[in-house]
C-alpha cells in the first residue's frame, strides 16, 4: 500500500513513533508524490472523549490499581484516506483506557490500537496488511506486562484475553508468553534487593558476521590485547570492591562479548581466571560463556573453562547449512559445529546451548528442518531460536538496499518458525524466555527453550529486568534496579574500544555514583 503524504494532529515525538511502527508492520510506504499511490493523503485525528468513574461494583480489583474514583481515559481515532481524485472514506474507532493504566500510557495504547484496528478492517485487500502474530505489542519484553498484571492479581486466562483485546496480540502469541510468565515465577524469587549478575563483556571477534552490528572489534594485536587486559582488571577490581561494600551476592557470571573465545589461549586463561577468582563462590547459580563459534575454539579454552568450573556454554552455529554459513562470513563448517559440541560434552560442560537465527539469506523452510534436525540430533540442553533483525550499520543491511541479497519472505520466515518450535518441543523442550528487537524477520521473536531443569537463570533475569548487572568491559552496560521506586538504571561503558581504554576511570567512576545513589542504605 502506498500513500503520498499522512498527517497526523498530535506530532508528540511517541504519538510519530506508534504511528510509524503501525505503518511499518502493514508495510505502508509513505513515498510523497507518485503516480502510483493508492491514497493521496492519509489523516489521521486522535482526541480524548469525557472521561468517566467506572462502577466500583463492575470493576475488577484485580485489574484496578487507581482509586475507585479515578477517571478512565476515553478515546477517539479518526482515519481520513484521501484519493487523488478528492474522495474520501472515513473510518472511526473509539473505546475506553484500562484502570491500572496512567493516563498518557492509555493515551497512547489506543492511539496504536485503534489505528491498528482500522487498517486491519478497512484495507485488508492490500498486500501486508494482515493480522501481526504480536498485534500492537512492539516492546522488548513483553513478558514483563504479563508479570505486572499477575503481580495485580490477574489470573492466567485474563491475561490471555486482555492481551487479544487491548494488544491485539495473537492466541498463539499469548498462549505462548503467558503460561513462560508464571513458569518463571520460582526463578525470579532467588533473587532479593542485594543478588546481582556480572555481565563481562569481550568486545572482539575473529571476523565480523554479515548480520552484526554488535559494538565488537576485530581481533587486535599485541600491544592493544596488551592494554585491553589491563584496563580490564582495573574495571574488575572495582567491581570487586563494591561487591563487598555494598554486601552483594553473585548469582550468575556471564561471560559474553563480541565472542570471548577469540582471545589467544593465554589472554582467555589469564581473563577467565580473574573472574572465576574475584566472583566465583560455592553457591554461584550459573558461570556461563559464549564460545560462539568452532573457529575460536581450542583444546586450551576448553581445558580452561573445565578447570574454572565454567557451568554453561553457548554454541552459536546460527545454521548447519554450508552455503549459509560461508555467505554470513563464518569461517567454520557445520562438521566443526559438531566436534566443538562433542568436545565440550565431553570434557564435563553441564549445560551446552546452541542458538539458531530464523530468516538468514538464501534459506527456505526446508533448510532450517535440515538444521534443526542436526542440531537436536546432539542433544543441547538449550536452543535459542533468533529470528534476524536487520541491524543499521550492518554489511547486511547495505547488501539489502543495493540489492545484492534478498530475505525469505515474511510468510516463509514464519514457516521456519513454525518448523523450528515443533522440532524443540518434539524434543522435550519447552520456552523460558523470550524477546524481541525492532524491524525482526517475520515479525517474529527470539525465544529460548531448554529441557526441564535446564533453564538459563542469567537469561530469565536479565530479559525480566529483576535483577542488578554488573557490567565488565567494553561495551558492558551495569542495569541497576532501583526497588524502592519500581524502574531500571543503566550505565554504559563505551562501545568504542579505544575510547573505553582510554578512559575507563571515567566509567568507573560513573558506575560507583550509580551503585551509590540506588544502594547508599544498604549498608545500614
Not at 100 to 125: C, M, N, V
Not at 333 to 358: C, E, Q, W, Y
Not at 414 to 435: C, D, H, T, W
Request: aromatic share 8%; with cysteine.
Amino acid at each position: 500500500m502506498k500513500v503520498e503524504t499522512v498527517t497526523l494532529n498530535d506530532h508528540q515525538e511517541v504519538i510519530v513513533k506508534i504511528t510509524k511502527e503501525v505503518l511499518n508492520l502493514f508495510r505502508i510506504d509513505v513515498a510523497g508524490p507518485c503516480d502510483d499511490a493508492d491514497f493521496a493523503q492519509i489523516s489521521i485525528v486522535h482526541r480524548r472523549l469525557p472521561s468517566f468513574v467506572p462502577d466500583a461494583k463492575k470493576s475488577s480489583p484485580t485489574c484496578r490499581e487507581a482509586s475507585d474514583d479515578m477517571p478512565l481515559v476515553r478515546a477517539q481515532t479518526t482515519l481520513y484516506a484521501f484519493r487523488s481524485d478528492g474522495t474520501c472514506e472515513v473510518f472511526t474507532e473509539q473505546g475506553t483506557g484500562a484502570a491500572d493504566e496512567t493516563p498518557s500510557g492509555a493515551y497512547h495504547r489506543l492511539w496504536k490500537l485503534f489505528l491498528y484496528r482500522i487498517f486491519l478492517q478497512h484495507f485488508a485487500a492490500f498486500d501486508g496488511v494482515a493480522p501481526a502474530p504480536w498485534g500492537i505489542l512492539h516492546g522488548v519484553r513483553p513478558t514483563k506486562l504479563v508479570h505486572r498484571w499477575r503481580r495485580g492479581g490477574m489470573t492466567q486466562d485474563a491475561i490471555l484475553a486482555r492481551l487479544q483485546t487491548d494488544y491485539g496480540c495473537s492466541r498463539e502469541k499469548a498462549g505462548l508468553i503467558v503460561p513462560m510468565a508464571f513458569r518463571q515465577v520460582p526463578f525470579l524469587e532467588t533473587s532479593d534487593e542485594r543478588t546481582v549478575s556480572i555481565y563481562v563483556g569481550i568486545p572482539f571477534c575473529l571476523t565480523r558476521c554479515l548480520y552484526c552490528s554488535f559494538p565488537s572489534n576485530v581481533l587486535p594485536g599485541e600491544k592493544t590485547l596488551q592494554k585491553f587486559m589491563t584496563v580490564f582488571e582495573k574495571d574488575l577490581r572495582a567491581v570487586e570492591v563494591l561487591i563487598r561494600r555494598y554486601n552483594f551476592r553473585v548469582q550468575n557470571i556471564y561471560v559474553g562479548g563480541g565472542t570471548p573465545t577469540s582471545l589467544p589461549d593465554a589472554y582467555f586463561d589469564a581473563m577467565l581466571t580473574m573472574v572465576q577468582e574475584a566472583f566465583w563462590h560455592e553457591k554461584l547459580t550459573e558461570f556461563t560463556v559464549e564460545a560462539g563459534r568452532p573457529d575460536s575454539m581450542s583444546e586450551a579454552k576448553i581445558e580452561t573453562m573445565q578447570r574454572l568450573g565454567v557451568t554453561r556454554v553457548s554454541v552459536n552455529p546460527q545454521s548447519m547449512q554450508q552455503k549459509t554459513l560461508d555467505l554470513i562470513g563464518r569461517r567454520h563448517t557445520s562438521d566443526d559445529v559438531v566436534t566443538m559440541f562433542h568436545a565440550l560434552r565431553k570434557a564435563g560442560i553441564p549445560h551446552i546451548n546452541m542458538d539458531v537465527i530464523l530468516g538468514l539469506p538464501g534459506e527456505t523452510a526446508e533448510d532450517v528442518r535440515d538444521t534443526m534436525e542436526k542440531i537436536v540430533a546432539l542433544g543441547p540442553d538449550d536452543i535459542t531460536l533468533h529470528a534476524l533483525a536487520i541491524k543499521r550499520g550492518s554489511r547486511l543491511q547495505k547488501m539489502m538496499e543495493e540489492r545484492h541479497v534478498d530475505l525469505p519472505a515474511r510468510e516463509e520466515t514464519r514457516r521456519m518458525s513454525e518448523i523450528a518450535q515443533a522440532a524443540v518441543q518434539a524434543a522435550g523442550m519447552q520456552p523460558y524466555y523470550l524477546y524481541r528487537q525492532g524491524y525482526m524477520a517475520g515479525d517474529l521473536e527470539n525465544i529460548g527453550c531448554c529441557r526441564p531443569g535446564a533453564e538459563g537463570m542469567y537469561n530469565i533475569q536479565i530479559m525480566e529486568e529483576h535483577q542488578t548487572i554488573l557490567g565488565i568491559g567494553g561495551a558492558a552496560a551495569t542495569k541497576c534496579v532501583d526497588h524502592q521506586h519500581h524502574c531500571l538504571r543503566s550505565t554504559f561503558n563505551a562501545k568504542d574500544l579505544k575510547t573505553y581504554l582510554r578512559d575507563i576511570e571515567l566509567y568507573i567512576e560513573k558506575r560507583n555514583r550509580l551503585i551509590e545513589k540506588i544502594y547508599r542504605n544498604a549498608t545500614e
